[in-house]
């Protein structure tokens, strides 16, 4: 009868204290400003122990964590593609404004190109009236005539020299 007294007295204090055993030993480590659990102190930084959980609590059943975890990693998901969405988007902006500045680099250098040219055709036609005005030209003004077709030829040689 002691024997079955002892060991039901045993068997009642281990009910009672296991589940304090289990919970025993959980320390909150702040270290650097970032907070840890473990079930040790931290060696650098603040260890604070933490009391076991009260009697009574109930433990999530497993399918319920299972399912938890799994509407986490679907949010987690939809976050990560909604992430990827918005830097394809920022990319495909980016690479918008970089197509449209080259085309308004290009449209720049074929107006200059446009300018040149018309440059060059106004040089030359100048050169032409001025080689017309030297064969009229008698005389005196013949000589001047031709230091004007000299100087239109050189200034047309500068502008555009092809």
């Not at 931290?42 to 609590?57: F, N, Q, W």
């Not at 992430?83 to 690479?95: G, I, M, S, T, V």
């Amino acid at each position: 009868m002691i024997r079955l007294f002892l060991s039901v007295t045993l068997l009642v204090t281990l009910s009672l204290v296991w589940p304090f055993a289990a919970a025993d030993g959980v320390y909150k480590c702040n270290a650097g400003g970032k907070l840890s659990y473990a079930d040790r102190p931290c060696t650098d930084g603040i260890s604070t122990r933490l009391p076991p959980p009260a009697a009574g609590v109930d433990l999530p059943d497993k399918n319920a964590v299972a399912t938890r975890d799994a509407r986490t990693l679907v949010e987690f998901e939809k976050l990560r593609m909604a992430r990827e969405d918005k830097l394809a988007r920022e990319k495909a902006r980016a690479q918008a404004r970089e197509e449209a500045r080259d085309e308004r680099k290009r449209q720049q250098r074929a107006r200059a190109a446009l300018a040149h040219r018309k440059t060059c055709d106004k040089l030359r036609l100048r050169r032409k009236w001025a080689e017309e005005d030297a064969l009229r030209a008698g005389g005196r003004s013949h000589d001047a005539a031709r230091r004007k077709v000299r100087r239109q030829a050189e200034a047309l040689a500068v502008e555009c020299p092809a």
